[in-house]
């Protein structure tokens, strides 16, 4: 097996070919398309590099506006979430976020009366034109599935590129397809906030996980799941993981289990199509119905 760590979007990322032909090195010019594709991937839609297509709406007046190709994919994939979750989701949140200290400069200290004027931007999305219509000024964030869609890219990049057994990890999230002998990757599950506990393992084969929690962007009260109906953090879980076909997907997952009430778990999973596990607040674990791997 070959193995090349870097980083990119604000963590470390890894990636694992394996290779039924072992003497075959992995050629570095791979490796550097690998990082120079994720850096022109952040350049482009990174809240916190300026110059950003996300950051750009900060400066555009209400109105139509086009957007490129990829812009309007990963809208109308947030699109479908926001509608899921009857806003709950929303990637418009980027202004909030900044409001309550995660910013570019990572200040990491709430402007009180920023959070108390903020409110949701409006925003709709024609994609046959690939244009989004703003009632103002706006800062897109794609914090909440951005890595796993870009994940399933380096997926795409490696099978093209004559490497199809691989995992590619970013920041805990990642996709594997199976290895060279046919057997799938064992994945340990990180337990929410204690990195050296285990919650479980899962077998993953031609899949994509995705794991989040509310320790890793802490700061004070607040983390990175914001409510944006009230201006504040979500409170109801501490962790969740999901499983489903593609990394993009199980991101997704993720990101409106963070969002949404327990009562909604289930029927919105369903309509995205993958299994989690989900610790609450309170101490309740709640699990699909068909999830497959192992939990301690």
């Known amino acids: 097996m070959s193995s090349f760590q870097f980083t990119a979007l604000g963590t470390a990322w890894s990636i694992t070919i394996d290779q039924a032909d072992s003497v075959q090195e992995v050629p570095q010019s791979l490796w550097k398309s690998v990082v120079d594709r994720t850096a022109e991937f952040e350049r482009r839609f990174s809240r916190f590099k300026d110059g950003s297509e996300t950051r750009a709406f900060l400066k555009k007046a209400a109105g139509t506006h086009s957007i490129s190709t990829e812009m309007c994919d990963l809208l109308s994939i947030a699109d479908r979430l926001r509608t899921l979750t009857d806003g709950a989701y929303d990637p418009a949140v980027g202004g909030l976020l900044e409001a309550a200290g995660y910013n570019k400069d990572y200040r990491l200290k709430p402007d009180e009366q920023q959070l108390h004027d903020w409110h949701i931007p409006t925003w709709s999305l024609d994609q046959k034109k690939k244009q989004v219509t703003i009632d103002g000024p706006l800062l897109f964030d794609f914090g909440g599935m951005g890595k796993g869609y870009w994940i399933d890219q380096l997926s795409n990049f490696l099978l093209v590129s004559g490497y199809p057994y691989h995992l590619v990890e970013g920041g805990g999230d990642m996709f594997a397809t199976t290895k060279a002998s046919g057997q799938s990757w064992k994945i340990a599950i990180e337990y929410p906030g204690q990195q050296d506990q285990a919650l479980g393992t899962y077998q993953l084969s031609n899949q994509g996980f995705a794991a989040s929690d509310v320790f890793r962007r802490k700061w004070g009260k607040w983390h990175h799941f914001v409510d944006v109906s009230q201006n504040q953090p979500t409170q ?29 778990f289930a029927q919105i999973v369903g309509q995205i199509g993958g299994e989690y596990v989900v610790l609450l607040a309170n101490g309740e674990a709640r699990v699909s119905s068909n999830w497959k791997g192992q939990l301690f």
């Open 236 to 264: 109801h879980l501490v962790g969740c993981v999901a499983v489903a076909t593609t990394a993009w997907k199980a991101d997704q997952i993720t990101s409106v289990l963070a969002l949404c009430q327990p009562v909604k």
